[in-house]
């Protein structure tokens, strides 16, 4: 065989094996593939706050051997805008590696973010929402279900914080990272709920995730009202915002400081006495029980599934229950220390209470800096 026949010989077997490869890993077996399948949580923004959720995924993977079963774990953070967040999932409809999505929707609405994911759906991808859901009321046929915060009920459990801090009532305003977003339109709502009506909101902020527009949010919400008494972080990043220029202002005494989410620089500004009350989310468990939740969706592993969502029929594919298809995580409330107003007693039963000290442990155990 000369030269030329023998690299024809060559180039022929080649493709033959390249087609072989490809129809084998197209058939979705991931063990058998040789390559391993991802399964992704698509964050809404690319903030610090994503961290405790990718130690969560991690751990659940490592605990229960998914490698083994052919599948690896990916937190794949967005830029905080509808075009990257459609993109990405439109990506992902055209990688033969991708089993299974968990997605925080930018905008619950977003007929773009809709049609992708159940694109992704239609393709056989397993698609679920964490952290933050679709319009349920019309869209909730494009994911099985959500896993995550409540966020009526923690925005409502830091309005009664507001409550009783300040008894008399209050002007305030919100600081969010996108408004659009259906977790910071419920905790918006839900903490005026809980407020009650002796207090009055004066504005709400969105910043895109910019920390300086973030930054002067503040400076105008204080120069615009001034009888702002109350300021209200509804994103991880905005207690660092709210108490950098209330510091620059010296207005800490002028103005209370509520905040979602215990961010590492939320949780300084708390020990140094900037900030009077916290709702912390679990996004360790959403990451930690997202994957689980999505790896037996996957493997057909019902038991598994109903111990998330007990009215689910898998002869069906429904919820027997109205909400049946949503799985609220852990909610807590940190208090600075007992020389706070604030009680376990003043919370609903759901809500863990805990004096900052507490909670530092709480994190220090699980080797977290933040949730």
């Not at 376990?344 to 709480?362: G, I």
């Amino acid at each position: 065989m000369n030269f030329r026949t023998n690299t024809l010989f060559s180039v022929f077997i080649g493709v033959i094996c390249t087609l072989g490869c490809t129809s084998s890993d197209q058939g979705g077996d991931a063990s058998n593939s040789g390559q391993l399948k991802r399964i992704i949580i698509l964050s809404n923004n690319d903030d610090p706050w994503w961290t405790a959720m990718d130690r969560g995924m991690h751990d659940a993977a490592d605990k229960f051997d998914f490698e083994a079963a052919g599948y690896r774990v990916v937190l794949d953070q967005g830029d905080g805008t509808d075009v990257d967040q459609i993109e990405k999932l439109n990506q992902y409809a055209n990688q033969i590696d991708v089993a299974a999505v968990g997605v925080s929707p930018i905008n619950p609405d977003s007929s773009g973010t809709i049609e992708a994911m159940r694109k992704l759906q239609q393709q056989g991808i397993v698609l679920v929402t964490v952290d933050s859901d679709v319009d349920r009321q019309r869209f909730r046929d494009a994911r099985f279900a959500y896993m995550g915060t409540n966020n009526f009920v923690a925005g409502q459990e830091l309005g009664k914080a507001a409550r009783v801090i300040t008894p008399a009532g209050s002007a305030y305003a919100t600081f969010v990272g996108i408004k659009t977003v259906d977790n910071a339109v419920k905790r918006i709502t839900g903490f005026a709920d809980g407020a009650g009506e002796k207090f009055s909101e004066r504005d709400s902020l969105g910043d895109g995730m910019d920390p300086d527009r973030a930054q002067q949010n503040v400076v105008n919400a204080l120069s615009n009202h001034p009888d702002l008494g109350m300021l209200v972080g509804i994103w991880a990043h905005n207690a660092d915002a709210i108490v950098t220029i209330v510091k620059q202002q010296d207005g800490h005494n002028r103005v209370k400081v509520l905040t979602m989410d215990a961010s590492e620089k939320a949780l300084r500004h708390m020990q140094d006495g900037m900030v009077d009350a916290m709702v912390v989310q679990n996004p360790y468990q959403m990451g930690y029980e997202g994957v689980r939740l999505m790896r037996a969706l996957l493997e057909e592993d019902y038991q598994t599934v109903k111990q998330y969502y007990p009215s689910f029929d898998p002869t069906t594919g429904k919820f027997d229950e109205p909400d049946g298809d949503i799985l609220n995580t852990e909610l807590r409330i940190v208090a600075p220390d007992p020389s706070s107003p604030l009680t376990p007693a003043m919370f609903d039963r759901s809500m863990q209470f805990f004096y900052l000290k507490d909670f530092k442990v709480w994190l220090t155990e699980r080797k977290l800096r933040s949730s």
